[in-house]
């Protein structure tokens, strides 16, 4: 019986500080293993995956995957949303590979994890949106979201060189000097005016490597997690981090942690905010969801973030 299938694999080689143009020689060893109909796309510039992924849709590829981080991720799956007709996935070859988690495979994969993988075990996830944009694991705004912003050049430059010690020391920084901002809030049929340290909007459950600031999403629930922390002093921000690795944090009186289908922001002035990890600026943000709006390969015995 003839194998319809035709894969594309977009590959990204700057991902994970290089790392993704070494695993190029695995990927064909395992395409060769497989003898599968493939072909590798290797991206050249930013979003450049965006326009891979459109053309191999309309190629006819029934499977599209991404070969890179969190950022590859998202591109690659922008033109797929709701084409429920082909099959997505991600090897993980990022530095933070935050979206991986949600799949349930590993940072890396060893043979073990390309043999589930080529199983092809697909499940439906949700897609969020916000403002034009989609985002597959989330979106931040407020301390997060700034930290992203002192690493920057101005919006829509790449990141200033220096790596991981610089993006450390401006977390210390922003630690140490942001303010909050007055922020109006609508959702659950309500509408209210807080201080913003943090405000996170997931499908997905982990952030910056090992931040668990939504540790109750699940990616096809049909609901958006919301962790909104409030005001913090000094004392009371390096508690509240402190507790985000494990998830503890979402007791706190000073966190609101919910779900819903859709919420309302409005800063008042042009902020920085991220979604999977990539910098943007705004002032309102309109914020849903699309149910089960992208077909993609999970490890079902994984530790993934699905409902069965």
């Not at 985000?244 to 009186?253: L, N």
């Given at each position: 019986?003839e194998?319809k299938?035709?894969?594309?694999?977009?590959l990204?080689?700057t991902a994970?500080g290089?790392?993704?143009?070494?695993?190029l020689?695995?990927?064909?060893?395992?395409?060769?293993k497989r003898?599968?109909?493939?072909s590798i796309?290797?991206t050249?510039r930013h979003?450049h995956?965006i326009?891979?992924?459109?053309?191999?849709?309309e190629n006819g590829?029934t499977h599209?995957i991404a070969?890179?981080g969190?950022?590859?991720?998202?591109?690659v799956?922008?033109?797929l949303v709701?084409?429920m007709?082909?099959i997505?996935?991600l090897?993980?070859?990022?530095t933070g590979?935050?979206?991986?988690?949600i799949?349930?495979f590993p940072?890396r994969f060893s043979e073990?994890h390309w043999?589930?993988?080529?199983?092809?075990?697909?499940?439906?996830?949700?897609?969020?949106?916000?403002?034009?944009?989609?985002?597959?694991?989330?979106?931040g705004l407020g301390?997060d979201?700034?930290v992203?912003?002192?690493n920057?050049?101005e919006?829509?430059?790449v990141?200033k060189?220096?790596?991981k010690?610089k993006?450390?020391?401006?977390?210390v920084k922003?630690?140490?000097f942001?303010?909050?901002?007055k922020?109006?809030?609508?959702?659950?049929?309500?509408e209210k005016?807080?201080d913003c340290?943090?405000n996170?909007?997931s499908?997905?459950?982990?952030f910056a490597?090992?931040?668990?600031?939504?540790p109750e999403a699940v990616?096809?629930?049909?609901?958006?997690?919301v962790c909104?922390?409030?005001k913090?002093?000094?004392?009371?921000r390096f508690?509240?981090?402190s507790m985000?690795?494990?998830?503890?944090?979402?007791?706190?009186?000073k966190v609101?942690?919910?779900q819903t289908?859709?919420i309302?922001?409005d800063?008042?002035?042009?902020?920085?905010?991220?979604?999977d990890?990539?910098?943007?600026?705004d002032?309102?943000f309109?914020?849903?969801?699309l149910p089960s709006?992208?077909n993609?390969?999970?490890?079902?015995?994984?530790k993934?973030?699905f409902?069965?």
């Open positions: 019986m194998n299938e035709k894969w594309c694999f977009i990204n080689p994970g290089g790392f993704g143009k070494t695993i020689p695995e990927l064909e060893k395992q395409i060769g003898s599968l109909n493939a796309c290797v050249e979003d995956a326009e891979l992924s459109r053309n191999s849709l590829f599209i070969v890179g969190d950022g590859t991720m998202n591109e799956a922008r033109p709701g084409q007709q082909v997505t996935g090897i993980p070859a990022g590979n935050d979206f991986i988690q799949l349930g940072d073990e043999d589930i993988f080529f199983k092809q075990d697909a499940n439906r996830m949700d897609v969020g949106q916000v403002n034009g944009l989609h985002f597959l694991n989330g979106m301390f979201a700034q992203a912003a002192e920057y050049v919006p829509g430059e990141a060189g220096g790596g010690g993006y450390i020391w401006h977390i922003t630690l140490l942001y303010k909050e901002c922020v109006t809030i609508a959702s659950r049929m309500q005016e807080t340290f943090i996170t909007i499908i997905g459950r982990r490597g090992s931040f668990f600031l939504c990616a096809n629930d049909g609901l958006l997690d909104m922390i409030k913090l002093n000094l004392m009371q508690k509240i981090l985000v690795p494990k998830g503890t944090h979402i007791e706190d009186r609101d942690y919910y289908e859709k309302f922001v800063f008042g002035k042009k902020v920085p905010f991220h979604v990890g990539e910098l943007y600026f002032t309102t309109e914020v849903s969801l709006a992208l993609i390969i999970y490890n079902p015995q994984g993934h973030f409902n069965a």
